[in-house]
């Protein structure tokens, strides 16, 4: 089993729907990230996060340490959203990463 | 631009080989931890090293080894090379690496894509 599993694995959407990619962890974690692969390769990393909510523009992530899930929410989508997602928790000062959500907008 | 910088940004091999990635961390982060990404295993953390130490070692192959020198650039040198070590490979820093106690956000670099024929 995955220490981080993430849904759904793929994601369609039409511009200006509300998203929401799930991520839920088994091990005891100081950190999690949220990290945006584009088409090309480059990771960005979005978030970090140990309790509570973070919002940065049209993007939200919230952890809910005790029930160990996380979730990134993107409002009013748009095609340049379309990338992989990918959950990373920091266990023991190394990162772990899920197989990231496959995010497709279309316009 | 996350100020994490890598070359080669492609590189293009042959089986047997040996190469060298290079990636200069962020103005003033101390840790450098090193990914492989490839197609069936998502991103897998190699190791890390903090100011000129390794300091902790992920599902990296003995044919692979890293260094971090003192102007705090490192280099991941990968040896004797498989098709199945085709992959893209990202360097992160981070300011520090102390372990889990630590909540430190962490800056990826663009990546090397790594192709062995």
């Known amino acids: 089993k995955n220490e981080v599993e993430q849904s759904p694995q793929n994601l369609t959407a039409q511009e200006g729907e509300f998203i929401t990619i799930n991520c839920s962890y088994s091990v005891g974690i100081s950190a999690l990230h949220w990290l945006q692969q584009h088409p090309g390769g480059g990771i960005v990393s979005l978030f970090m996060?140990?309790?509570g909510k973070k919002k940065h523009g049209r993007l939200i992530a919230t952890i809910n340490i005790q029930e160990k899930h996380s979730s990134l929410h993107i409002t009013a989508s748009h095609p340049r959203d379309s990338a992989v997602y990918i959950c990373a928790v920091r266990y023991q000062g190394n990162l772990i990463f899920g197989k990231g959500t496959k995010l497709s907008v279309k316009p | 631009d996350s100020g994490v910088t890598q070359t080669p940004k492609h590189l293009i091999t042959a089986t047997g080989q040996r190469v060298t990635l290079r990636c200069s961390p962020r103005?003033?982060?101390?840790?450098v931890y090193w990914y492989q990404q490839s197609l069936d295993q998502g991103l897998q953390f190699l190791i890390q090293?903090?100011?000129?130490?390794?300091?902790a070692k992920g599902n990296i192959l003995e044919r692979f080894s890293a260094q971090q020198f003192p102007d705090l650039h490192s280099e991941l040198n990968l040896s004797s090379l498989e098709l199945g070590d085709s992959a893209l490979y990202f360097c992160a820093s981070s300011a520090s690496g102390t372990g889990g106690t630590k909540r430190t956000e962490a800056f990826f670099g663009q990546g090397t894509r790594l192709t062995v024929v």
């Open positions: 996060l140990s309790s």
């Open positions: 090293y903090y100011n000129g130490e390794e300091r």
């Open positions: 103005s003033g982060d101390l840790s």
